[in-house]
């Protein structure tokens, strides 16, 4: 059984890269809080960033402190959610969740001349972005492009955002007009025969890493039996949160959780835009309610983080980062280590 990365300090929401030859991971970081369980998420109540780094599995562990607080970010009012990090241009970028001053998530970029930070915020999100959970790919085998995947149900208020007419809080997503509708909040979301699941969404980022260069899409999650998009009611293989992209023997592999199922999943496709096909599960179900992964190869092999709620005897709100090894088979699917 893993154990956990660091024990003084809880975290969660792993996102792994390898910079410079070393293993930097970017959690989030949890705390106690008296705010009682609910499904908004409320009492997942970070407020700043540490950055891990290791330079081999199982080796010792370098905590580099808070590198990010939600004090100094001017459009934050709270809840600085599960971030991930990419380096481009000589520079290292940290991208973030939080909420905004009228309790909307917003997606923003903070920026270091160094992996392990400190990171200085841009002072407003990234014009177009909503929801949580930002997954950076920057794809180096094909011209180093850099996408942002993002998107989260119930608390992370992908269902809130609805296509109308309409002012108010409001951001673009291709030619379609999106209005945050605070009503949808809470633990909603699509159902009934024949209704497709809510998908994440992607958009390519500016070359300067700082903006959104596309409008935000949908992005297509299929299942392998039918090719048609997963519906609904499927939920071991609809998406929740957790988005995450690596690519594998020219193949793109897509993962995420489905939330309240509580598998760690993944589909495959020919291209960062998807369409992604389901291919079968990474992970069951480990002790807490969440479950949000990264799977990065590090000195030739590759190796799953993900997090789970043992150090703290299964209270929810405080997880633990833990490692496994993965492999692939000659078929490209992913299996644990044994």
């Known amino acids: 059984m893993s154990k956990p990365l660091v024990s003084h300090i809880y975290t969660a929401d792993p996102s792994a890269h390898v910079f410079n030859n070393k293993l930097y991971i970017y959690p989030s970081h949890d705390r106690e809080t008296d705010i009682a369980f609910n499904d908004n998420g409320d009492q997942y109540?970070?407020?700043?960033?540490?950055?891990?780094?290791?330079?081999?599995?199982n080796g010792p562990v370098t905590d580099h402190g808070v590198v990010l607080r939600d004090k100094d970010i001017p459009w934050v009012s709270k809840q600085l959610w599960a971030p991930d990090a990419a380096a481009k241009n000589g520079k290292f970028y940290l991208f973030f969740p939080a909420r905004d001053h009228e309790g909307i998530f917003r997606i923003g970029v903070a920026?270091?001349?160094k992996p392990e930070g400190p990171f200085v915020p841009q002072s407003n999100f990234l014009e177009g972005s909503y929801s949580i959970d930002p997954a950076v790919f920057v794809d180096e085998e094909a011209g180093g492009e850099a996408y942002l995947y993002i998107g989260g149900i119930w608390g992370g208020q992908l269902q809130c955002w609805v296509e109308e007419e309409g002012n108010g809080n409001d951001s673009v997503c291709g030619e379609k007009k999106l209005v945050f509708d605070a009503?949808?909040?809470?633990?909603?979301?699509?159902?009934?025969?024949?209704?497709l699941a809510l998908c994440p969404r992607v958009a390519q980022l500016s070359d300067d890493m700082l903006s959104l260069a596309?409008?935000?899409r949908e992005l297509q999650i299929l299942a392998p039996e039918t090719g048609m998009p997963i519906l609904a009611d499927d939920h071991e293989r609809r998406f929740f949160e957790a988005a995450w992209m690596h690519r594998y023997n020219g193949t793109y592999y897509f993962s995420y959780s489905t939330g309240d199922t509580h598998f760690l999943v993944y589909a495959t496709g020919k291209s960062p835009w998807g369409p992604f096909t389901y291919r079968g599960k990474i992970l069951d179900p480990v002790l807490g309610w969440t479950t949000h992964h990264s799977i990065v190869e590090f000195q030739g092999k590759w190796y799953l983080f993900y997090?789970?709620?043992e150090l703290s005897e299964g209270v929810d709100h405080l997880r633990s980062?833990?490692?496994?090894?993965?492999?692939?088979?000659?078929?490209?699917?992913?299996?644990?280590?044994?």
């Open 45 to 57: 109540d970070m407020a700043d960033y540490h950055v891990l780094s290791m330079s081999e599995i």
């Open 307 to 309: 997090h789970d709620c």
């Open 183 to 195: 009503s949808k909040s809470g633990p909603q979301e699509p159902s009934g025969e024949g209704v």
């Open 321 to 338: 980062v833990k490692v496994r090894e993965i492999v692939y088979d000659e078929e490209g699917d992913i299996h644990l280590a044994q």
């Open 111 to 113: 920026v270091s001349d």
């Open 214 to 216: 596309t409008p935000v």
